[in-house]
């Protein structure tokens, strides 16, 4: 390309540009074979086979084998060989059987090179006479060359099949282990409709999962022998408590039915209106959906369900519960993706579920909507393609289903309610573990209605405040509910433990008795036991303060003890961190009010850990500093950090209910990670202490630290001391 | 000669294995492990059994109750009845007698145990103390200590009730009622022998003393000395090999006296002499180097220590010391437990003294106006 003349100039590609965007457009390996799986698709084919061949570790082969409709050499070259070809833009529909074409943009060759080093294909057309055969090696696609300049072995071969296309990717980048390939094998699964919905889809040939007319078969073949993965596990979708199905006809009449064989319930075309005054929806037709009800850990409330079952459909509910939405038999994401709470389920119900024992959050939901729309006039992508643009047409769609599944829901609880009753059958006595919701008004309905009666403003305002101040409650009853179980867990769990800890020191202490010990095999003996020994610090920590709680013995508490304790046990947690503790105290017989020794346990491993945090988030060399003592008839305890310090603003707000600087854990966290930074500590600490009469607050801290919380609490009257013989 | 345990929990062996394996010593102690019966009268029946004579000594768990045993048998009793059992059989001659160790969980000692069931045992030993794996060899030192202990003791029993057999020492120039009461307390079954000896002389300080109060007493400070070991050789006569010595290390304090009086002919008093003069007197009696005398406390005035705070550890005199509560029961040649006045303001170590004696408490009050522990103005 290097011209003499410079009277003109072109742009040239570099090759190094396929490496980027190979990587850069498909990012996860799932996307790269979905990506393939989905060309097969748009070609045609009703057959297509992923082979992954000794593919374990990098460097095996991938092969995807379809019956399409091929490829001529120029189709080859005009369309695979051309960088953002336009076949795909011009021609929305497939040649054959006109299925809308699912692939994205010219993705596919992308996904090839992300996924291995060298890729052949081998293509023929029920015309062609021979099959065409092309080989690109990626590694050739290097920085620094002209991206033409670069050329592609073509041979002919004699015809393998009348047509198709077979792609075969070698060198893997990445091994793929059978856990991997069934991941993917769902993901592609989840492309297509699971079912049809509705007469239409299936007089439309809308994709669907088992659709005969498109078949895909994962296999692992490892040196020669073969196995086909079994296709992802069924849903177990027929163990459901209850099927809710419901639809929105040609003219605009929405129902919703709810069936359950366990409930006795078959309620079949339950209207669903608009509003009040309008019966009829407005925009949307021909809208169907099905959804499958689960309730976890409740075996009891099905026919025909064993717990592993059961669990294991719990199991699936963090990826692939949720109402998804298909249009025209094609997945439309986000929808019914995990986190995705397009129906507002989760907003709505989790608060709630504690109360009812009717959980109705998308985790308890497999659902699929069909909405048909050939013509996209109805439903139009965002242009990002993520999602449908909230029209008319979206929000009486979203009302719709709404509405069908909060009937559902007050049906399903009716029954379940009637089930704990020992109303509904006599198979078994369920204790009545919760309140009966569905005779009384909820406090929801009260509100509603009381806000219906009062014409004042200042008295709807008050009503208002009420309500919010009400939710709140709600909310934080519901985590403290969670914390104080994970509480009596811990201490059971740490009962259990220390049971071995004199089992484990005995076979130490054997071993460092025996002859055969070298010098080496002592020194792991001596970290063995001293790791052991932290270990221990720790479980007589939490066995002492934990398990002490099931006495609800309360009684004066030495703050000194305390804190002794504590500083012992977050020894080596300090040296870990490099943070140095120092410990002050002044006067003598610190003594505070009766309390139980778990709660300054918990206010002291809640404030160190924010420290912790706050010193962390400085990068300083963490300082602390311990300060007891008695002033005004209070014990008192400071804990001073040299943090990154509370800004003013937040001096106040720190001690509410879930007001936390903590970035929150991800929703599919672990529970663990979940309870840490959830804005409570705080809130606990207050509770506990202005339990007693006591304060805590943000003061000045001494020189050297950048944060102080201080805590009062009453001293120990004699006539306290004396009757708890202290 | 091995000798054998017998140790009965209604846990389950896995549990239990890893004890077992850190006590037991071929060729010194075997421990065979079995859940209680179920029922009252197949216990009987096992205490009664052949195979029953052929131990050596008894490990009980206290709650049997907690677990069914390997036949899915709750037992309906508690170790101490079980122990209770055994003491009877052994004093109507059924059963020879032997040592029983209570091994228990702190918490259910608290919950279950009355205390007018110790003399039942001859070491109670809570599970959690197990926490360090130090702890196993002297715990089967112990052990050991004990079946020998039983065995010396029958024998001089047998031979006319001969204390000096029983103490391998001559006895003659000790407390006279130390004596008196080693004449009575000897007539009665093995196990209150043993609880006394090792209550009341074994575990507190008088007849005999400990390697740490010894150390006071010469005013060495042990960890800091590399030559104690040597001074230990050189009075190694008055080391006691009496009645379960083999477990407890103690030298006679008698032993100490007449060591410093008349074999190394020091005239200064040894309980009057301040710890750097007594070091530097045995530096040159023994001709050592690496002595270095104990320090003074903060807070303490007198440098001739005699005992050691029960709550740190520190050496004290008795005259800086204040007087823990629970000692009226003492018997005259015992010595008393002390706390230093760090430890009494600020205590540290409250997991082995409780409260001050009543006579002391006024002196903690003038203490602390003393020493009144302000923070700095800031």
Redesign the interface.
């Given at each position: 390309m290097e011209e003499n003349s410079h009277n003109s100039i072109s742009f040239s590609v570099d090759a190094g540009l396929i490496d980027r965007l190979g990587r850069e457009l498909v990012g996860r390996a799932e996307t790269a074979v979905s990506e393939l799986v989905k060309n097969a698709y748009d070609a045609d084919a009703k057959n297509v086979e992923v082979n992954f061949i000794d593919s374990l570790w990098s460097g095996g082969s991938l092969e995807i084998v379809d019956d399409g409709l091929g490829m001529t050499y120029d189709q080859l070259k005009s369309g695979f060989m051309t960088i953002s070809s336009t076949d795909k833009v011009h021609n929305p529909l497939s040649i054959r059987y006109n299925r809308s074409r699912a692939g994205k943009k010219g993705i596919g060759r992308f996904a090839t090179q992300r996924l291995g080093k060298r890729l052949i294909i081998i293509t023929q057309t029920l015309e062609s006479e021979q099959a065409i055969k092309l080989t690109i090696d990626w590694d050739k696609y290097t920085v620094d060359q002209d991206i033409s300049s670069i050329a592609n072995q073509i041979e002919y071969l004699p015809k393998e099949k009348p047509e198709g296309t077979t792609l075969i990717i070698k060198d893997l980048r990445e091994g793929w282990s059978e856990a991997a390939i069934k991941r993917i094998y769902r993901y592609v699964s989840d492309l297509f409709q699971p079912d049809y919905l509705s007469d239409n889809s299936h007089s439309l040939h809308i994709a669907k999962q088992n659709d005969e007319s498109f078949k895909v078969k994962f296999s692992k073949i490892n040196e020669g022998v073969s196995f086909e993965i079994a296709s992802p596990q069924k849903m177990l979708f027929d163990k459901n408590i209850a099927v809710v199905e419901g639809f929105i006809d040609s003219v605009g009449d929405g129902f919703v039915g709810i069936r359950s064989e366990r409930l006795a319930l078959d309620d079949y075309a339950v209207p669903i209106e608009k509003s009040k005054d309008e019966n009829k929806f407005q925009v949307i037709r021909n809208v169907h959906f099905k959804a499958y009800y689960f309730i976890y850990n409740r075996v009891e409330y099905y026919t025909n369900i064993s717990k592993l079952e059961l669990s294991n459909i719990q199991k699936l509910a963090h990826e692939s519960s949720g109402i998804r939405l298909y249009r025209n038999g094609f997945r439309v994401l986000p929808y019914g993706e995990p986190k995705d709470d397009w129906l507002g389920l989760d907003i709505r119900y989790s608060g709630e579920s504690g109360q009812t024992n009717i959980p109705f959050n998308n985790n308890n939901l497999f659902g699929f909507v069909e909405i048909i729309d050939k013509e996209g006039l109805l439903f139009q992508e965002t242009a990002s393609r993520e999602g449908l643009i909230e029209n008319a047409a979206f929000e009486e769609l979203v009302d719709f289903l709404q509405k069908s599944l909060v009937t559902a829901r007050g049906r399903i609880a009716e029954k379940i309610t009637l089930i704990r009753k020992g109303k509904l059958d006599s198979k078994e006595d369920f204790e009545e573990d919760t309140e009966d919701t569905t005779d009384k008004k909820t406090i929801e309905e009260e509100f509603e209605e009381l806000d219906k009666e009062v014409h004042n403003d200042s008295a709807k305002e008050a009503i208002k405040g009420i309500k919010e101040k009400y939710y709140e409650v709600i909310e934080e009853l519901s985590m403290l509910r969670i914390l104080a179980s994970l509480g009596l867990t811990i201490g059971e769990f740490t009962h259990e433990i220390?049971?071995?800890?004199?089992?484990?020191?005995?076979?130490?202490?054997?071993l460092?008795?025996s002859n055969e010990n070298d010098l080496n095999s002592i020194k792991i003996l001596d970290d063995l036991?001293r790791t052991f020994?932290n270990f221990?610090s720790y479980t007589?920590y939490f066995n002492a303060t934990v398990?002490e709680n099931t006495s609800r013995e309360i009684k004066p508490i030495?703050i000194?003890?305390v804190v002794?304790f504590f500083v012992k046990n977050i020894k080596e947690d300090l040296d870990r961190q490099n943070t140095e503790l120092l410990v002050?105290?002044?006067?003598?017989d610190l003594y505070t009010t009766p309390m139980h020794i778990s709660e300054w346990s918990s206010v002291l491993y809640n404030l160190y850990t924010n420290s912790k945090k706050a010193i962390k988030r400085s990068g300083n060399a963490g300082k602390m500093k311990i300060?007891t003592?008695e002033e005004n008839d209070k014990i008192y305890f400071e804990l001073h950090d040299n943090g990154d310090g509370i800004p003013n603003e937040n001096k106040n707000r720190v001690f509410n209910a879930f007001f936390t600087t903590s970035t929150p854990a991800g929703f599919d966290a672990p529970l663990d990670e979940k309870l840490t930074g959830t804005g409570l500590g705080l809130k606990i600490i207050r509770d506990i202490v202005e339990a007693y009469r006591g304060t805590v607050k943000i003061i000045n801290p001494?020189i050297g630290y950048n944060t102080c919380f201080r805590i009062d609490v009453p001293k120990a009257e004699k006539a306290e001391l004396e009757e708890y013989g202290v | 000669m091995e000798f054998k345990y017998l140790y009965i929990d209604d846990?389950s062996e896995d549990?239990?294995?890893?004890?077992?394996?850190?006590?037991k010593?071929e060729g010194e102690l075997s421990i065979d492990f079995d859940n209680p019966k179920g029922n009252w009268e197949k216990e009987r029946e096992r205490i009664l059994s052949n195979e029953f004579k052929s131990y050596n000594g008894l490990i009980l768990d206290l709650n049997l109750e907690e677990t069914p045993n390997k036949d899915g048998e709750t037992s309906r009793y508690k170790g101490s009845s079980l122990a209770q059992e055994i003491r009877n059989l052994a004093k109507s001659g059924t059963i020879k007698e032997t040592p029983i160790v209570l091994l228990s969980a702190t918490?259910n000692i608290e919950k279950y145990f009355d205390r007018t069931n110790e003399d039942l045992f001859d070491l109670i030993v809570s599970?959690?103390k197990?926490?360090?794996?130090?702890?196993?060899?002297s715990m089967r030192q112990r052990l050991i200590s004990l079946s020998i202990g039983y065995e010396l003791i029958s024998k001089c029993k047998n031979e006319n009730n001969n204390l000096t057999e029983l103490f391998k020492y001559n006895l003659e120039k000790e407390n006279i009622r130390f004596l008196g009461e080693m004449k009575t307390i000897i007539e009665n079954p093995a196990h209150i022998i043993s609880n006394f000896i090792i209550k009341n002389l074994l575990e507190k300080s008088g007849i005999l003393i400990a390697e740490n109060i010894l150390a006071t007493r010469l005013g060495i400070d042990c960890a800091k000395s590399t030559d104690w070991h040597k001074v230990l050789e050189k009075f190694n006569k008055f080391n006691y090999k009496g009645v379960f010595s083999e477990g407890w290390k103690r030298w006679w304090m008698s032993g100490l006296e007449n060591w410093w009086s008349f074999e190394l002919q020091i005239e200064k008093s040894l309980r009057s002499t301040k710890a750097s003069d007594k070091v530097s007197l045995l530096k040159e009696k023994l001709d050592l180097r690496e002595l270095v005398p104990l320090e003074k406390a903060e807070k303490s005035k007198s440098e001739t220590f005699w005992t050691n705070c029960v709550g740190s550890g520190v050496a004290i005199d008795t005259v800086d010391g204040l007087l823990i509560t629970g000692q009226d029961r003492y018997f005259p040649w015992q010595d008393k437990c002390y706390v230093s006045i760090d430890e009494a303001?600020?205590?540290?170590g409250?997991e082995n003294w409780n409260k001050l004696s009543p006579s002391e408490e006024y002196k903690l009050e003038l203490l602390?106006k003393q020493y009144?522990?302000?923070?700095p103005t800031?």
């Open positions: 220390i049971q071995f800890t004199p089992s484990i020191n005995g076979f130490i202490s054997k460092y008795e036991k020994a221990t007589s398990s030495l000194t003890d002794d002050e105290s002044y006067g003598y300060i003592g001494e | 846990n549990i239990a294995k890893g004890i077992i394996t850190g006590l010593n918490i599970r959690e197990l926490n360090d794996a130090d702890l196993f060899i303001l600020k205590p540290k409250k602390k009144p522990n302000e923070r800031r």
